[in-house]
């Protein structure tokens, strides 16, 4: 049975608003300034909450602080999209005291990537809301193509994706809900309230910075909790700055994500642009898409 899409929230229009956030590691004002700027070009507004410069230690402010702030505007009906500034650690932290009694009524985009991960689980898992996986605005002068195509997915213009082909890629069709993100956040969420159910979906990984013998420990620990078995298909992002002990373990992480999908069917994506590296186009997370692992991959919205 084909699964629909999870509910989308609104598109957003010129003259709308979009809260900044920031739910992990801490920001400046300075380095907030040009994607602020950029936002207002696109024809938006801004609001920030009070906390948003605030710091401890390496947190954008204390749990309550950032509690506050990603509360205030989950429940501001004028805000239509939420942009995480950063990611670094520290949203779990928050997670579990957030009311989303407001924006379940009144959904908006959720949107950032890596430590947003827990968002974006948690909100799929409980709320059935489609959210919005891609740049963060700490991030936005790094590759003006992934920034633009965040503005048509925010206006609802992105449709699909044309991917060169990868020698280790699997090829076929598949149709599912999107889902996943940072392989490292997703084996953190294992058996938690975020924890996310991937049976006929297609699930997306990347990560970053990670010693490649955790990576084949990450791949193994999901495949073990039944979360590679069932996928419809598997899009795999970059694997960014991957490190290595002195005895060399001796598989690339793609190579190590290959082998552990191994006796499985479905489709596999190596080297979607997206993740820590510069490219990072955006995906609906929750969305109902199209797969197609051929010469080329096709990565649809339906």
């Known amino acids: 049975m084909i699964k629909t899409s999870l509910i989308a929230p609104p598109f957003l229009k010129p003259g709308d608003y979009i809260g900044l956030v920031a739910s992990a590691r801490k920001v400046s004002a300075e380095e907030l300034a040009p994607a602020i700027n950029l936002l207002e070009s696109w024809g938006l507004k801004v609001r920030l909450p009070k906390n948003i410069y605030s710091i401890s230690n390496q947190f954008a402010g204390t749990d309550a602080e950032r509690l506050s702030d990603m509360q205030q505007m989950l429940d501001d009906a004028d805000v239509k999209a939420i942009i995480v500034a950063r990611g670094g650690y520290g949203s779990v ?64 213009e992105l449709k699909e994706y044309h991917i060169e082909t990868n020698s280790l890629n699997r090829q076929g069709k598949a149709t599912g809900i999107l889902c996943g993100g940072n392989l490292s956040l997703l084996y953190s969420l294992a058996g938690t309230a975020s924890d996310i159910d991937t049976k006929g979906k297609i699930l997306f990984l990347e990560d970053l910075d990670e010693y490649l013998y955790h990576i084949d420990r990450m791949m193994l620990q999901l495949k073990r909790g039944g979360k590679l078995a069932h996928l419809g298909g ?49 995906l609906y997370m929750g969305r109902h898409c199209e797969l197609n692992v051929n010469a080329k991959t096709l990565l649809r919205f339906l």
């Open 93 to 156: 932290r928050i997670i579990d005291n957030l009311d989303f009694t407001h924006f379940r009524k009144n959904p908006k985009w959720i949107v950032g990537f890596s430590d947003v991960t827990v968002f974006h689980s948690h909100i799929q898992t409980h709320l059935g809301i489609q959210t919005l996986h891609s740049t963060m605005p700490i991030s936005f002068s790094k590759d003006a193509e992934s920034t633009e195509l965040l503005k048509k997915a925010l206006l609802g």
């Open 234 to 282: 598997l899009i795999i992002g970059d694997f960014s700055e991957m490190k290595d002990n002195t005895v060399p373990f001796g598989k690339t992480a793609e190579q190590i994500i290959r082998e552990a999908v191994q006796k499985y069917d479905y489709p596999v994506c190596f080297g979607f642009p997206a993740g820590h590296s510069t490219k990072n186009f955006p």
